[in-house]
């Protein structure tokens, strides 16, 4: 899951942009944020980029291809492990994805 929202920001980024990713404690969960500066997600298709399947493919920057799975099995992934997955974008700007998953006492 981590591994596809990271490739997602260097499919979707420019060449040579930044990808930050930070993590952090938040009471009993951890927050994890990928934020590329890459082209962003359209409104028209913000709604449909975790279904199975989607219509809501592009290629990306250099002309990578979707298949439209892997945002939707990496909220499945997510969601199977008590935890969210949500998005912030700007077309052009680039998008930040939050993953927010429970921390258990072991």
Same mark, same amino acid.
């Given at each position: ?11 979707? =980024? /420019?060449?040579? =942009?930044? *990808?930050?990713? =930070? ?15 890459? *082209?962003?997600? /359209? ?58 998953? /429970?921390?258990?006492?072991?």
């Amino acid at each position: 899951m981590f591994n596809n929202l990271i490739a997602n920001a260097i499919k979707f =980024s /420019p060449e040579n =942009s930044e *990808i930050q990713i =930070s993590l952090k404690k938040s009471g009993q969960t951890a927050i994890c944020k990928i934020k590329d500066q890459g *082209i962003g997600i /359209p409104e028209e298709i913000k709604h449909q980029i975790f279904d199975l399947f989607t219509e809501a493919k592009r290629s990306g920057t250099s002309g990578e291809q979707s298949f439209g799975l892997g945002l939707a099995i990496s909220k499945q992934i997510i969601e199977s492990h008590q935890g969210k997955i949500w998005f912030e974008s700007e077309e052009d700007e680039g998008t930040t994805f939050f993953i927010e998953l /429970p921390l258990y006492n072991i």
